[in-house]
């Protein structure tokens, strides 16, 4: 096959998902014998939603989930104050989503996991990665069980504790975000509305938060626990936290559906890359849940990563085109790392630097701007939304094809609309597979060079 994809997370299945509509021989096997429980990461950022827009989910992730609620303080058994979550973001036609999408990330991945079983993907259930070895031409991974399978290249999205990242001796430097101890679940709970997210602080700085999950009939329960404390995740330990910290009785709790508990912390893998082998997601980068940035930074790894190995399977570019996907991501993935850090520790606040709409690749050997005195937008941003000749751009970039805005060409695997949106500015704009002006200049000369990187 061409790629493994290690891990059945929102990581691995967007990857699936974008190599499938590539024609790669793709597969994601998954150590779990079914897709995960629970609602870790909830948030979908705009820039999220429109990459799921461009994958074919967009309409699906939308009807799963729902906006979110403001958030209700409580005090001794009653409401304190009604507080809004997130700086408001008025969209725009070139940024249509502006707000943040609650949506359970187990809903996410059954959303990804049908878009993939619709493109012909599939999933290995129950295959456990123990080992792998490379060479030249490949990649032999080793499982469990005592098989193995060769592939082309792999992509490690098997999380935090990555076997394949081990395997490969890849460090991984971090810091603890959080000394205290911290519970998250999905429960059940009676004599709660569901308007608000319901928080209930003490004055130690521990509190339990419970916040209806849209699109579902259960709440997450977030609990921040007193240092030193041990957590306890089973139902009655649940009960209990509920009990002491709400005015809800313990039984109130009517079933846990998940529950875990962790430490906040932050975490850069040294290295995105290892000859065939490729990090990405939690496996690569690990955040504090705070501003909802991990699932969607892990995301964006696999639709930068997607359209590259594509383009060096099925479009004959070199090898060397994967080595921009550390060059890219991995700065990226820093500055989110500070970013939910920061939010975190309440020095940032949820709004527009938390949507990443303002991320870009600019420093990137893949943006070459050709404009002496570009203004507007510039090689390596995201590519606005907007319309040309009746066309709206983002039903243009839809898809795993290059497109060209203000000069036709006949070049393959390029879409070309004749006019630019005045919010772009003046010159010629290349957008890449994934959304971001990868060349712009004055005319279209020098297109076909640029555009002579990414293939045969």
């Not at 309409?59 to 507080?83: L, N, T």
């Not at 099925?314 to 970013?339: F, H, I, K, Q, W």
Request: with cysteine; aromatic share 8%.
């Amino acid at each position: 096959m061409d790629v493994l994809i290690v891990g059945a997370g929102p990581t691995g299945l967007a990857l699936g998902i974008d190599l499938a509509r590539r024609g790669v021989d793709a597969r994601v096997v998954e150590r779990s014998e079914a897709l995960f429980p629970g609602s870790r990461g909830k948030g979908i950022q705009p820039r999220t939603q429109e990459v799921f827009d461009d994958l074919g989910v967009g309409e699906a992730i939308r009807a799963a989930g729902g906006p979110y609620p403001s958030q209700m303080v409580w005090k001794d058994g009653e409401r304190a104050d009604e507080q809004v979550l997130f700086e408001p973001v008025a969209p725009d036609e070139g940024a249509p989503y502006a707000e943040p999408l609650m949506v359970a990330q187990w809903r996410t991945q059954e959303v990804l996991y049908e878009r993939l079983a619709e493109l012909g993907g599939e999933v290995a259930f129950g295959r456990e990665v123990t080992g792998l070895a490379q060479d030249a031409d490949g990649v032999t991974v080793r499982f469990a069980d005592g098989t193995s399978a060769r592939a082309r290249y792999v992509v490690a999205a098997d999380g935090g504790r990555s076997v394949v990242r081990r395997a490969l001796g890849v460090g991984m430097a971090g810091e603890t975000v959080d000394p205290a101890p911290f519970v998250v679940a999905d429960v059940w709970v009676q004599g709660l509305d569901r308007d608000y997210w319901h928080t209930f602080p003490k004055d130690d700085g521990s509190a339990v938060a419970l916040c209806p999950l849209a699109g579902t009939d259960v709440f997450q329960m977030q609990v921040r626990l007193p240092e030193g404390t041990e957590p306890d995740v089973s139902l009655d330990g649940i009960r209990a936290l509920v009990a002491a910290y709400t005015h809800l009785a313990a039984e109130d709790v009517t079933g846990v559906r998940w529950a875990s508990d962790f430490r906040p912390r932050t975490a850069l893998a040294d290295r995105f890359r290892v000859g065939r082998v490729l990090l990405a997601g939690d496996a690569a980068h690990l955040h504090s849940p705070a501003g909802g940035q991990g699932l969607n930074t892990s995301v964006q790894d696999a639709y930068n990563l997607g359209w590259k190995l594509g383009a060096v399977l099925r479009a004959g570019a070199p090898d060397s085109v994967l080595d921009t996907y550390e060059e890219e991501r991995r700065a990226n993935a820093a500055a989110m790392l500070d970013l939910s850090t920061g939010v975190h520790h309440g020095e940032v606040t949820r709004g527009r630097k938390t949507t990443q709409l303002g991320l870009g690749y600019r420093e990137s050997s893949l943006s070459v701007e050709m404009r002496d005195n570009p203004s507007g937008v510039r090689a390596g941003d995201r590519a606005p939304d907007g319309t040309v000749d009746g066309v709206r751009l983002f039903d243009a970039f839809r898809g795993p094809h290059w497109t060209l805005l203000g000069a036709e060409t006949s070049l393959p695997g390029v879409r070309a609309l004749p006019a630019v949106p005045e919010s772009y500015g003046p010159g010629v704009f290349l957008i890449r597979p994934d959304g971001y002006v990868g060349w712009a200049g004055e005319s279209a000369e020098g297109l076909r060079e640029y555009l002579g990187r990414f293939s045969g």
